[in-house]
């Protein structure tokens, strides 16, 4: 037996609620790797998921979230794992169609996860997580367009959010002039220790002149906002620049002019770490090991155990947590 927050549904109101409870290994969905999850994280769609409707992102109850996990592996039918194999997990819509990481036991394909490379420990793997892991694929999708240190700012929208916060560091670490927006003056001081430069506030991005193309201002942008913002900063980048942008907190509808695109070059890159192929998906988890300074991470980190869930989930929405919830199941 193991223990587990596992969501199930109300047949009559049709909302669900969540609650630790032991499971079976007869009772994990199918798949050729047993995993002993150590830590998960809280995302955004976490939050989602441990709404009463489950946002509309869980299809079956019930139902055990949670989009991320780092653990060992217990038991495999796939030659390429073994028991004792360090392991990660992001993506392939883990916690959402397929249960997740919120149990300290989880059973999945062996092509959804990447071996944990070494000099990076699991706590420190979900301390990236799902968004940190986005935010190197959105720093590697920038120098595969030729973004490189010195040649000016490069802005991160949504700095202080799970996605932000890793990318800030990420790119302070290499070398690059961070310029990171946020709507909470209150983070200013997170966000220097993290390595950025300038801050900017969320008004001074929405309330610039109103045209198709404004003042060049950034050598590159990580987007974790998307919506109107995502719209401006296309019009402040420099010539040839590259925006990856990675997140639709600010809506799905881009209101935007093809003249960015036509008269300065600027590239928009589109990041989905759902399904990233096997290759990328472990270039990037090296690079995280190699490249992001790992100290720096306990001071995005809020701790939590599965009885914090329900309320972590509220919070998240409401946009109370700043920086990274890792979640150890076992305690």
């Given at each position: 037996?193991?223990?587990?927050?596992?969501?199930?549904?109300?047949?009559?109101?049709?909302?669900?609620?969540?609650?630790?409870?032991?499971?079976?290994?007869?009772?994990?969905?199918?798949?050729?790797?047993?995993?002993?999850?150590?830590?998960?994280?809280?995302?955004?769609?976490?939050?989602l998921c441990l709404s009463a409707k489950g946002g509309g992102l869980v299809r079956t109850y019930p139902h055990v979230p949670g989009i991320d996990f780092a653990g060992t592996v217990e038991a495999s039918s796939d030659d390429r794992y073994k028991p004792g194999?360090?392991?990660?997990?992001?993506?392939?819509?883990?916690?959402?169609?397929h249960w997740g990481g919120y149990a300290q036991k989880a059973r999945v394909k062996a092509d959804w996860l990447v071996p944990l490379p070494d000099g990076i420990t699991?706590?420190?793997?979900?301390?990236?997580?799902?968004?940190?892991?986005?935010?190197?694929?959105?720093?590697?999708?920038?120098?595969?367009?030729?973004?490189?240190?010195?040649?000016?700012?490069?802005?991160?929208?949504?700095?202080?959010?799970?996605?932000?916060?890793?990318?800030?560091?990420?790119?302070?670490?290499?070398?690059?002039?961070?310029?990171?927006?946020?709507?909470?003056?209150?983070?200013?001081?997170?966000?220097?220790?993290?390595?950025?430069?300038?801050?900017?506030?969320?008004?001074?991005?929405?309330?610039?002149?109103?045209?198709?193309?404004?003042?060049?201002?950034?050598?590159?942008?990580?987007?974790?906002?998307?919506?109107?913002?995502?719209?401006r900063v296309l019009g402040q980048m420099r010539y040839g620049a590259s925006v990856a942008a990675v997140g639709l907190?600010?809506?799905?509808?881009?209101?935007?002019?093809?003249?960015?695109?036509?008269?300065r070059g600027v590239n928009l890159l589109g990041i989905d770490s759902v399904m990233q192929p096997y290759d990328n998906r472990l270039r990037a988890w090296e690079r995280v090991a190699r490249d992001l300074p790992l100290d720096k991470l306990e001071a995005m980190v809020q701790p939590a155990s599965l009885g914090d869930l329900p309320q972590l989930g509220e919070d998240i929405l409401a946009g109370r947590i700043k920086g990274r919830v890792v979640v150890d199941v076992n305690t």
């Open positions: 037996m193991f223990k587990a927050f596992l969501l199930e549904k109300d047949d009559d109101s049709g909302l669900a609620a969540g609650q630790i409870t032991d499971l079976s290994e007869d009772q994990l969905p199918e798949g050729e790797v047993t995993v002993a999850v150590a830590f998960s994280t809280v995302n955004y769609k976490d939050g194999d360090r392991v990660v997990l992001t993506g392939w819509r883990v916690g959402e169609v699991a706590r420190q793997a979900m301390a990236v997580g799902t968004a940190g892991f986005t935010a190197m694929l959105a720093v590697m999708a920038l120098e595969d367009h030729g973004l490189a240190p010195g040649q000016g700012p490069v802005l991160v929208t949504g700095a202080a959010g799970g996605v932000g916060s890793v990318a800030c560091a990420i790119l302070a670490t290499l070398g690059y002039e961070v310029a990171g927006v946020t709507g909470r003056p209150e983070t200013e001081g997170y966000l220097r220790d993290l390595g950025v430069s300038q801050i900017v506030a969320r008004e001074e991005i929405n309330e610039t002149v109103k045209a198709p193309l404004e003042r060049e201002s950034w050598a590159g942008c990580v987007d974790a906002v998307g919506g109107d913002m995502l719209a907190a600010g809506g799905a509808k881009l209101p935007a002019s093809v003249i960015p695109f036509l008269l």
